[in-house]
């Protein structure tokens, strides 16, 4: 009579875990009791209990054949994101990688949960069990079914892996392509799992290659490896051209055509597949709006607008109606400027209309996951990255030609703008 786990999230697998899909720990006993009692603690520190954090505990009535099932993901729901900061202080997007490391994040993005199991019989109660697992955010969709190990290509366990966070098309065969200007900001992702995986990845660096007309420049972003602290294991490093230009420091090459990251192994194998950036060259006549937004797999995306992107300012203003003329004076008059309708209240609200003629087949597809984040950003020309949300419920795809897509929708500043 000693209650166990017969079930745990990692039982088919050992590594790190998706936040947002059903995290079942399934509790069983030879015997069943009147209940099981679940506790659930949350930890920075991998396999330690020094700081940890309760968030509750449970009590679970078995059901007809003895067992009860506990859905961690109903506890932990909200509580990691995807990054907003580094530790430097900056605005993810906009993050310096001068000092030719990786970065963590200030934020929860990436937590321990350590469950116990406890069994109660005729008023007495028994510890008996305990798991524990390792969790990043990410969602996985009710279609793809029950357990689908949707985050085993983030794993780094061949040079096939994926390894990079982001929906961008991939498959074993296939490097990540994304095309940025020179203006662009952005960052990559990744999740490390080797504190919680039997065969841990070993991962060291990234490496970086540079292609212009006159040949090629590598480079090595360090600190890639993995940490006992856990928040530690998510890590961000230079994507889009502006942060890699600081990481290359005098070795960029102005008249840069292409350059490619990819992970490595004990700073010898490639462990995850290709990010290639292309630049891109095309003129354009108007400021640029880039987008971004926290993907479905704990990352950002990112994708750049560069056609006629309109700017409406709605406002709203609430109204009083002030009597005019000198009543206290000893003879009545007033000026013809004098103000009846004055406004007491008025706020406003910017909005952009997006659009972009030459998107690519991936590209339009990628550009869905945005209407379904929680967090979207964006930034004009060389300005600031704002907050905003998307105001069309659907996006509008003409076919253009050379198998490119004319794309258009609405988005506006999540911020009041006072008056």
């Known amino acids: 009579m000693a209650g166990f786990f017969s079930h745990t999230p990692t039982t088919t697998n050992d590594a790190t875990k998706f936040a947002g899909q059903p995290l079942i720990f399934t509790c069983d006993d030879t015997v069943t009791p009147d209940r099981f009692i679940v506790q659930v603690y949350e930890r920075n520190t991998v396999g330690s209990s020094s700081g940890q954090v309760d968030l509750g505990q449970f009590y679970l009535t078995p059901n007809s054949v003895g067992r009860a099932h506990f859905d961690l993901s109903n506890v932990i729901d909200g509580r990691l994101n995807a990054p907003t900061t580094t530790a430097l202080g900056d605005q993810v997007h906009e993050t310096d990688y001068a000092i030719g490391s990786a970065l963590l994040s200030l934020d929860r993005v990436m ?22 697992v390792a969790v990043f955010p990410g969602f996985v969709q009710v279609s793809q079914g029950y357990e689908p190990d949707a985050e085993a290509p983030y794993h780094f366990t ?12 991939w498959d074993s065969s296939t490097d990540i392509e994304a095309t940025m200007a020179d203006e662009d900001q952005g960052v990559w992702s990744i999740a490390v799992p080797d504190q919680w995986q039997s065969s841990p990845s070993n991962i060291t660096d990234a490496r970086y290659t540079l292609y212009y007309p006159g040949g090629t420049v590598s480079k090595t972003l360090s600190g890639v490896g993995d940490n006992t602290n856990v928040n530690t294991n998510y890590l961000t490093g230079p994507l889009a051209p502006i942060n890699v230009q ?8 102005l008249d840069w055509t292409r350059y490619e990251i990819v992970f490595r192994n004990n700073v010898t194998s490639n462990i995850s597949k290709k990010y290639i950036v292309h630049k891109d060259c095309r003129p354009y006549k108007h400021d640029p709006v880039q987008l971004a937004w926290t993907n479905t797999v704990g990352g950002w995306d990112y994708l750049r607008f560069d056609g006629r992107n309109v700017k409406t ?23 013809a400027w004098d103000r ?29 996951y945005a209407f379904r984040s929680r967090n979207v950003m964006f930034r004009v020309g060389t300005g600031s990255w704002l907050p905003c ?31």
């Open 111 to 132: 937590r321990e949960y350590f469950v116990t199991l406890s069994t109660y019989r005729g008023g007495s109660i028994s510890l008996d069990a305990n798991a524990t």
């Open 158 to 169: 061949s040079s096939t892996s994926k390894g990079f966070l982001t929906d961008r098309y």
């Open 246 to 253: 600081s990481f290359f420091a005098t070795s960029w090459a």
């Open 313 to 335: 300012v709605n406002s709203e203003t609430k109204m009083y109606r002030k009597t005019i003329g000198s009543y206290g004076a000893s003879a009545f008059d007033f000026n």
């Open 340 to 368: 009846q309708d004055t406004p007491y209240h008025v706020t406003a609200r910017e909005q952009y209309a997006l659009r972009n003629q030459f998107f690519t087949a991936s590209e339009r597809d990628l550009l869905q």
């Open 389 to 419: 949300n998307i105001q069309t419920n659907s996006y509008t795809v003409q076919p253009a030609a050379s198998k490119l897509f004319e794309v258009s929708f609405n988005i506006e500043l999540a911020q009041e703008i006072r008056c």
